[in-house]
């Protein structure tokens, strides 16, 4: 049992809630504080009980190996954990402590009240077998510790590790093993963290952790290595480990760029499969995407700013009449870039909102030019989902239409799939603001994605764009067939207009007719063009469109019909 003195000076090193002096077998052998508030037992309790036991069966990995590894004269934390509370809940709580050099040997361990922010949503976030953060959460986490990225050195902030030909050991072990042996990966890359949250697995086998700074990425190697090696039979897994510390980018992305490029330089390198690794290879390669990904972003910041890229329009035609409906506005840059990877990039740092509108403000010009001229065409503006879960995402449409109120109805909002909308019901409720000021909202490449059938239930829109993928496949494979027309009358029992993509023969523009697909969009009918005011002209002396009021439609068709072309 420790003295009075030792629990004094233990105390100074942590202010806490609660303080616990545990013996080296791991069990309690002193308590106080706030116990029955927090854990909801008293000093009886705990005392000669497992330290573990306080923690849920997720946590007992990191917890076990953070004890374990305390030295004497050294600091434990502080590191976010979860413990097992009163009444079964699992509050957050901040793990510290301090192991004394004289004395029993024992540790001294503290348990507070978050002072630091923890990371919203992280519980859903969770991988199910090491407990580290998926990618989605791994995400979310570096973006939120954006400032401990200065804190920890820029030199040494994030480690991206990969555990070669760890599906072979995996296979060959049962499934009480592999969960140990995951719980303990997971233990370990946490007890590095800097928060004891801010790790993640990438892929199967590739992980990030943004690290503290006093962490000794070769020493992790290794240890990771005897996690390996000690589950499989003669101790010899096969399992090759490799780690890189990267360097922070620039400051003069800012901090939430900085963390959004530095993830999707890892996201992009870890779904890179096809070129042969080495540990140089991997270093290197991932160093050269990194700055790729850096002068990108910096190339694209400088477009954006210049407005230094153009609007082609591609008409939407109506099935039966062949007339044009609408167009949709699309993003050309310099021949060079590649528009879809360049959107990809937009999303993924934190600059699709600004693209989208930017291509808004010039469809505005495009209208008010056509006015000039007696023509009031429909265009479709491809709003992405991350723009769409920016709160100031509304506000924005409204300052750019505050002038201009009488356009709305001539402008389409046609929401892209390339990533997933995470608050579904704050996107509808935007959805629904954009149709209440007179817009029509379409959902763009249904059916491309898990989550279409989610969004169609969820999302109150007035159009679905059908991938091009069903469109090409459908006159060929009956399975793609069925599920093309499984798709068409569900958009039709639900009052949904239809738009098929990719119709690049009139085989295929007869066909989708004739399973009652309303509108078609393709090569057969124009290509986008960059000459805007001809295309426009054209379309309108070809004679009026159909307006969405006409042909056949039930009676539950959504409110409001489209203008039709003066």
């Known amino acids: 049992m420790a003295s009075e003195r030792e629990r004094l000076l233990a105390f100074c090193f942590a202010n806490a809630d609660i303080l616990l002096e545990v013996s080296t077998d791991g069990r309690v052998v002193f ?66 402590g301090y192991r004394l050099e004289a004395g029993s040997g024992n540790f001294f361990l503290t348990l507070s009240r978050p002072q630091i922010s923890t990371i919203e949503g992280a519980g859903r976030h969770r991988d199910s077998e090491t407990g580290l953060l998926d990618q989605d959460g791994f995400q979310e986490a570096l973006t939120h510790r954006t400032g401990d990225l200065a804190r920890v050195g820029s030199d040494s902030a994030l480690t991206l590790i990969k555990l070669d030909h760890m599906e072979s050991l995996q296979s060959s072990l049962g499934p009480e093993e592999t969960a140990r042996m995951m719980g303990e990966i997971g233990g370990l890359l946490r007890s590095h963290a800097i928060d004891g949250q801010t790790a993640g697995r990438l892929s199967d086998n590739r992980y990030g952790i943004l690290r ?46 900085a963390a959004k490029v530095l993830l999707y330089a890892v996201n992009r390198f870890a779904q890179d499969d096809d070129r042969p690794f080495t540990i140089s290879s991997f270093r290197e390669g991932f160093r050269e995407m990194l700055s790729d990904t850096v002068a990108d972003v910096v190339r694209l910041r400088e477009t954006l700013e210049s407005r230094g890229f153009s609007v082609a329009l591609q008409p939407i035609v109506g099935l039966g009449d062949r007339a044009v409906h609408h167009f949709e506005a699309l993003s050309r840059f310099p021949e060079t870039v590649s528009p879809a990877e360049t959107v990809s990039l937009a999303e993924n740092v934190g600059m699709a909102l600004k693209l989208d509108l930017i291509v808004l403000e010039r469809v505005i010009e495009i209208l008010l030019s056509a006015r000039h001229g007696g023509m009031r065409p429909l265009i479709a503006v491809n709003v992405s989902a991350a723009s769409l879960e920016d709160r100031t995402f509304i506000e924005a449409v409204e300052r750019l239409l505050n002038d201009h109120p009488d356009l709305r109805p001539q402008i389409y909002i046609e929401i892209t799939e390339s990533m997933q909308i995470r608050d579904i019901e704050q996107a509808n409720l935007r959805v629904r603001h954009l149709r209440a000021a007179g817009h029509k909202v379409c959902l763009d490449d249904f059916g491309a994605g898990s989550a279409s059938f989610r969004y169609i239930k969820a999302l109150d829109v007035d159009f679905v764009k059908i991938d091009g993928a069903y469109i090409k496949q459908a006159v060929r494979d009956r399975r793609d067939e069925a599920i093309l027309k499984a798709m068409i009358v569900m958009c039709r029992t639900l009052g949904i207009f239809t738009i098929a993509e990719f119709v690049e023969t009139e085989d295929q523009a007869t066909k989708l007719r004739e399973m009652g697909v309303d509108y078609g969009q393709g090569y057969l009918f124009g290509r986008p063009s960059l000459d805007v005011e001809a295309l426009i002209a054209l379309a309108t002396h070809r004679g009026p469109a159909r307006t969405e009021s006409s042909g056949r439609r039930p009676r539950m068709m959504r409110r409001g019909a489209v203008e039709s072309w003066e």
Do not use: Y
């Open 31 to 96: 308590a106080c504080g706030a116990l029955s508030s927090l854990l909801g037992c008293g000093q009886a309790a705990l005392i000669g009980r497992p330290l573990l036991d306080r923690f849920p069966a997720e946590e007992k990995p990191l917890v076990r190996r953070l004890v374990g590894a305390m030295a004497a004269n050294s600091r434990l934390g502080p590191i976010l954990v979860t413990i097992s509370g009163k009444s079964g809940e699992t509050p957050s709580m901040v793990l510290a």
């Open 212 to 257: 503290r700074p006093d962490t000794d990425t070769h020493a992790l190697e290794r240890e990771l290595q005897v996690i390996a090696d000690q589950m499989a039979p003669g101790h010899d897994s096969g399992v090759r480990v490799s780690g890189t510390s990267i360097d922070v980018p620039p400051d003069e992305l800012g901090d939430d760029t």
